[in-house]
DNA sequence: TTGTTATATCGTAATATTGCGATATTAAAA
DNA sequence: TTTTAATATCGCAATATTACGATATAACAA
């Protein structure tokens, strides 16, 4: 075991918790809060800002370009990351879907 | 190694990652999802519901209690779950603060 | 009491993730 | 051309997560 049976949900709700759990690593939030605080592109800055290795961060860093959040541009000897508004406004829109449903439970818990 | 370095990180960062992590599966998403469905409690109806052993579900069920956004109270022989509304809009307004900051990135990347 | 039912917990195997050193790769600089 | 700088990838050790059978626990039913 230890492998999540991805066949009994719905495409939406893998791609949902697969979306949650890229953003599930401090180092991820992290990334994203600095390139957006930046309003601008980043390159390796964050091995400076944060505190992990080279390797490490370029590992978060792809882990973010697959979701497709953040994109890489190679600038000279340098990669120049930002945030994909385009598909920035989709994963919000898909949070909001489901974070702003009504929840009203008809209470029995008190 | 293995291990997040979570030292390095801020609390909110921390804390949002966590939040996160636990909406980072499937089974989390489907389970918060059917009770928010129902509109009311739930008892192991999740059981039938998944095709996730019984040992499993309550894995996951405890695992979303500890974030408190669901509460189980025990009602008889069985064990009555719902939204925790009050620690729910806490969990929204966490998300809507980070999803809904403006991204304006000066493009460098075309 | 003795079952029965609903749920939790334990132990464990399979797999995934994190972090990093070492090593590529690629482009500018000297 | 050689060096240097920035980033990516590989390989691995440490740790975490997922899933589940087996077993415990607790409350009601017979």
Not at 28 to 35: G, K, M, N, T, W
Not at 55 to 60: E, L, M
Not at 61 to 70: M, Q
């Amino acid at each position: 075991m230890g492998l999540t049976k991805s066949e009994i949900f719905t495409d939406e709700q893998n791609k949902l918790a697969s979306l949650f759990k890229v953003l599930g690593h401090p180092a991820r939030v992290a990334i994203l809060q600095y390139i957006i605080d930046q309003k601008a592109c980043i390159c390796n800055d964050l091995v400076g800002e944060l505190g992990l290795a080279q390797a490490t961060i370029s590992q978060h860093l792809k882990e973010l370009k697959n979701t497709g959040i953040i994109q890489g541009t190679i600038e000279g000897k340098s990669v120049c990351y930002c945030i994909d508004e385009k598909i920035w406004k989709q994963v919000q829109a898909a949070f909001n879907a489901f974070f702003n449903q009504e929840v009203k439970v008809i209470s029995c818990c008190p």
